[in-house]
């Protein structure tokens, strides 16, 4: 008779929590709202998150004159676009890249940096047209990702190696390590599972 005592609001708990994750399929990390924006893309046209609701998207931080973190990034989002394609999801999912760097990274540097990584325009977004402190304030905010100047050279900024998933209605929900060419199976995976 005890144990039924116990057990009820043990039961009423469990399903309490499993209530508040409304996405239990998969295993999130974040829950962070993105700040608004209304950027210039590499094909200097608009892009805002206002554009990209109703959609699932993928978004990291990256800049095209970084020696470092950047370039397994980069290749990893590219990889992630081949394999979403593969999939039949790359309708389903936009990539979109911010640069940390947009007084260097005008449109036309984007588009031939995207080319370069041979990204189809269609789905994955390069964005620019704000000030440091804009994107600075977006990636620690939205992203919970830090960003600052490299002290050691100003030609570099040190920034995170996130990739983000962001829901429909433009919440973050969950965080990879952009520089794991493994994690791009799991982004795919998790993105399978969440839009059956």
């Known amino acids: 008779m005890k144990l ?27 829950s962070e709202e993105i700040l608004p924006f209304e950027f210039t893309t590499q094909d200097n046209e608009t892009l805002s998150n206002e554009d990209l609701e109703g959609k699932w998207w993928i978004a990291d931080m990256v800049f095209t004159n970084c020696t470092t973190i950047c370039l397994p990034m980069t290749t990893n989002m590219s990889t992630l676009q081949d394999l979403l394609e593969e999939e039949g999801l790359n309708d389903e999912v ?21 080319l370069g990584y041979d990204a189809n325009l269609e789905n994955w977004t390069f964005l620019t047209g704000y000030d440091f402190e804009t994107i600075k304030k977006i990636s620690v905010k939205s ?17 995170g190696t996130g990739f983000f ?12 390590n952009g ?6 199976e799991l982004i795919v995976n998790d993105l399978e599972k969440l839009l059956k």
Do not use: R, W
């Open 94 to 114: 936009d990539l979109v890249s911010f640069s940390v760097d947009p007084d260097y990274d005008t449109p036309e540097v984007l588009k031939e940096y995207a």
């Open 143 to 159: 992203f919970k990702s830090l960003l600052g100047e490299d002290p050691t050279d100003d030609t570099q900024f040190i920034h």
């Open 179 to 184: 520089t794991l060419s493994t994690e791009m």
């Open 4 to 30: 039924k005592y116990f057990l009820y609001p043990l039961v009423l708990i469990l399903l309490l929590l499993s209530a508040c994750n409304e996405y239990s399929s998969i295993e999130t990390n974040l």
């Open 165 to 176: 998933l962001v829901d429909p209605e433009g919440k973050v929900i969950k965080k990879y």
